[in-house]
């Protein structure tokens, strides 16, 4: 028998034994194939030896420009992708290791777009059960039960389950989306840019949304998204990816305070400022990403960077703390900080 819908977080389960998601040097390339036999000429260099753990109950922002690798990241997370090298944990146990339906009930996802989601032609109700189906958990009548109580609690009208998508706005089909990711409890949740596609006004009910479902059943979220602003509001660490590599890794707080790469505060100056008058500190980042293909050598940042000198064409910097759990991956940070050697680890 299915339990109910529980709205109080769960005890934090084993989280004097660690983090709950541990990403060990996590690299993934897929293969660019040309030619009558289709022979593999190339690879596309989405991620490379990327490293970061989660705490359990914290949100950690994901950010930077589409095709840095930050969606891929979600789904070798997920085990959607298999990983190219490096490996995932989950609770201090390998992803690999884990059946489907353990995999299941501990992450879910929460797709960018909440009408390509959804199967057109089957019933929402039917879609936020059908990964209890597959997993054989409960029985017909528990498993309608369980998807009425959590779509009451996503805000929807448990009468609504009999509808299709298309029958729903875009910002009650996200809640669709939502349901269908809570509806096997499970600890971790992957946003990849759950607010991107829709209205301003919708956004902020789905960002709140979060926020209280958050509290109210113990959630770590993994946030993608490349609007600083939302993940400002949502996240409480944030990283920094460009073309496949972790730039920068800090606190929200800390890094809208004082970003250090160039990049970060390039985004930053992305930002719109609502006041026309008021002048911005910092250039926007100029041109285009190189190729995923053929990434520059040492920094992969430097083609694009007004601070590149000959170090960062030559030699690949390596993320390093500077204080206040503040990780920077940019060989000009020393230069302008003033400072000795500090700590490299890993954040």
Same mark, same amino acid.
Not at 256 to 277: C, K, S
Not at 325 to 330: F, G, K, L, N, R
């Given at each position: 028998m299915l339990p109910a819908v529980s709205r109080q977080a769960p005890p934090r389960r084993g989280a004097a034994n660690g983090p709950?998601?541990?990403? %060990?040097?996590?690299?993934? &390339?897929?293969?660019?194939?040309?030619?009558?036999?289709?022979? +593999?000429?190339?690879?596309?260099?989405?991620?490379?030896?990327?490293?970061?753990?989660v705490e359990r109950g914290e949100n950690l922002g994901l950010v930077g420009e589409s095709g840095c690798g930050k969606t891929t990241i979600g789904r070798v997370i997920l085990r959607i992708y298999p990983p190219t090298a490096g490996a995932v944990f989950f609770d201090g146990r390998d992803i690999a290791s884990l059946s489907r339906r353990e995999l299941a009930t501990k992450m879910q996802i929460i797709f960018q777009d909440p009408y390509?989601?959804?199967?057109? %032609?089957?019933?929402?109700?039917?879609?936020?059960?059908?990964?209890?189906?597959?997993?054989?958990i409960g029985t017909r009548q528990e498993r309608m039960d369980r998807v009425r109580a959590i779509m009451e609690v996503v805000g929807l009208y448990s009468q609504y389950a009999q509808r299709y998508p298309h029958e729903f706005s875009g910002g009650q089909r996200q809640r669709v989306g939502l349901a269908r990711a809570l509806v096997l409890h499970p600890e971790l949740i992957v946003c990849d840019e759950p607010v991107s596609a829709l209205d301003v006004s919708i956004q902020s009910q789905i960002l709140n949304l979060l926020k209280d479902l958050q509290g109210e059943f113990g959630l770590t979220y993994l946030f993608i998204s490349h609007n600083l602003a939302v993940v400002k509001y949502v996240c409480s660490r944030v990283a920094v990816m460009y073309l496949g590599k972790l730039a920068e890794v800090?606190?929200?707080? =800390?890094?809208?305070?004082?970003?250090? &790469?160039?990049?970060? !505060?390039?985004?930053?100056?992305?930002?719109?400022?609502?006041?026309? %008058? !008021?002048?911005?500190?910092?250039d926007e980042v100029q041109g285009e990403p190189p190729s995923s293909t053929r990434p520059p050598s040492g920094c992969r940042f430097h083609t694009r960077c007004p601070l590149a000198q000959d170090v960062c064409r030559?030699? =690949?910097?390596?993320? +390093?703390?500077?204080? &206040?759990? &503040?990780?920077?991956?940019?060989?000009?940070?020393?230069? %302008?900080l003033g400072r000795g050697t500090p700590s490299v680890s890993s954040p």
């Open positions: 709950l998601l541990t990403v %060990r040097h996590v690299t993934k &390339h897929f293969p660019v194939r040309g030619g009558v036999l289709l022979r +593999t000429i190339g690879h596309i260099h989405a991620v490379d030896d990327v490293s970061f753990e390509g989601s959804l199967n057109p %032609r089957v019933t929402v109700g039917s879609s936020i059960g059908e990964s209890m189906e597959i997993n054989k800090a606190g929200v707080d =800390e890094l809208f305070r004082m970003p250090l &790469h160039p990049y970060t !505060q390039a985004l930053m100056a992305a930002i719109p400022v609502p006041d026309p %008058r !008021q002048r911005r500190d910092r030559e030699a =690949e910097p390596v993320l +390093t703390n500077y204080g &206040h759990d &503040h990780w920077v991956a940019c060989h000009a940070v020393d230069q %302008r």
